[in-house]
């Protein structure tokens, strides 16, 4: 006889952490309301829509992320799946520094923008979306993933039932369980995740030990800004933050702002250090969440106007991955600086978004089908043959 899942989608207001036994629950649930108290764009600029929980067994809680697919102020790639696929890849054409090759891209990404507008693939419900870069996964038991997916798509009909951040490695359990359902796998990126810190190999060991020196001679010292209060600038860190992943990489990246740095500190959802200079200047910050074994990074940012040769995010990289390490935790590095994050061990994976299409009309669901097909055969192989 199968196993009775309860699965109750509630309103943020409503929600209680303190109910919850477990401290990602509660982590979970006080994320949640954070996002809804003042509307999701106080907290992640460019995303707009309304941010639900589910609560699995009164134990487990997801946030349900519902887009406003109207609003062309929804941008963030994470919040919109149009922006992902299309606004950002646009974006990025000028990474191939040459006009030849930027308007032949741009082109070819003409049919598919198309594809996706007709799939109205924004209309989506998604699962586990924090709205941030990578979403980690309480211990949710793979049984448990269809009556969510069920209950989900019954509030939601006509919309795309999305899990986002699902991958062979941290998620494996649930990755298995998805395909086994027939959930549709969406390439979403290339991430470098790493679970062994020790036995890497002599190269490898002296990259690391070279990082070690230069953060132990380095004029720079961390501060930990847990329990003082006043240790972390709100304000600084979202400029470190925007600078790095906004200004220099892309405007699609979810702009966080101080709200969220001030309201995630107090609330101890993410854990910040800051480094500074000897006179106290605040010069990098790195803000971190641990969950169910895992811990990703989604704030980290640093002043670009400071000399190369300071090292600071190499310094940010070694802080992080020794955390992981001591903490005896997997270290979900997330995508970019490919050739970076392998020199120090980690391993390349592919991460995708799982589409229930079983809710939307056949036409649309053949559409997304058709779009997730070439995204398999022609951007992973190169995402994995370039190491992205």
């Known amino acids: 006889m199968p196993e009775v899942v309860d699965v109750r989608l509630e309103a943020a207001d409503a929600l ?10 509660r982590k979970a649930a006080d994320y949640i309301r954070l996002l809804a108290e003042d509307g999701v764009a106080s907290a992640v600029a460019n995303a707009r829509g309304t941010m639900l929980a589910i609560v699995v067994d009164d134990a487990v809680v997801l946030p349900l992320f519902v887009p406003d697919a109207r609003s062309n102020a929804n941008t963030a790639y994470t919040s919109s799946m149009y922006a992902h696929y299309v606004s950002y890849a646009r974006a990025e054409l000028r990474e191939l520094r040459s006009p030849i090759a930027e308007r032949l891209a741009a082109i070819a990404l003409l049919p598919v923008a ?3 507008r007709m799939a109205r693939i924004d209309e989506a419900v998604y699962v586990n979306n924090w709205l941030l870069s990578t979403n980690l996964y309480p211990a949710l038991a793979p049984a448990a993933v269809e009556a969510v997916t069920r209950a989900v798509a019954a509030r939601f ?3 795309y039932v999305v899990w986002n951040s699902i991958n062979a490695d941290t998620t494996g359990a649930l990755h298995a369980r998805m395909r086994d359902l027939g959930y549709l796998p969406l390439f979403s990126r290339s991430i470098w995740v790493q679970d062994v810190y020790e036995g890497l190999g002599s190269r490898v060991e002296h990259v690391l030990r070279r990082e070690r020196r230069l953060a132990a001679r380095s004029e720079h010292r961390f501060r930990g800004s847990r329990p003082h209060r006043d240790d972390l600038d709100p304000v600084r860190a979202a400029d470190l933050y925007r600078r790095l992943y906004v200004d220099k990489y892309s405007a699609h990246n979810p702009q966080l702002t101080s709200r969220f740095m001030a309201r995630t500190h107090d609330a101890g959802i993410v854990d910040y250090e800051v480094l ?12 971190h969440i641990a969950l169910n074994g895992v811990l990703t990074t989604p704030v980290l940012g640093y002043d670009l106007d400071r000399p190369r040769e300071d090292g600071l995010y190499r310094i940010l990289s070694i802080r992080l991955q020794d955390k992981a390490r001591d903490l005896g935790l997997v270290f979900h590095s997330s995508a970019g600086a490919g050739e970076f994050k392998k020199s120090r061990g980690a391993k390349n994976r592919i991460e995708y978004r799982m589409v229930v299409l079983d809710g939307v009309p056949r036409w649309r669901a053949a559409l ?3 779009f997730a097909a070439l995204a398999e055969r022609v951007v992973v192989p190169m995402m994995m043959r370039r190491g992205l």
Request: net charge positive; proline share 6%.
């Open 16 to 25: 209680d952490p303190s109910r919850f036994a477990h401290p990602d629950a």
């Open 114 to 116: 198309a594809m996706l």
């Open 157 to 159: 009909r006509g919309r």
């Open 276 to 287: 500074a200079r000897g006179d106290g200047e605040a010069v990098g910050v790195i803000g």
């Open 368 to 370: 997304v089908r058709s």
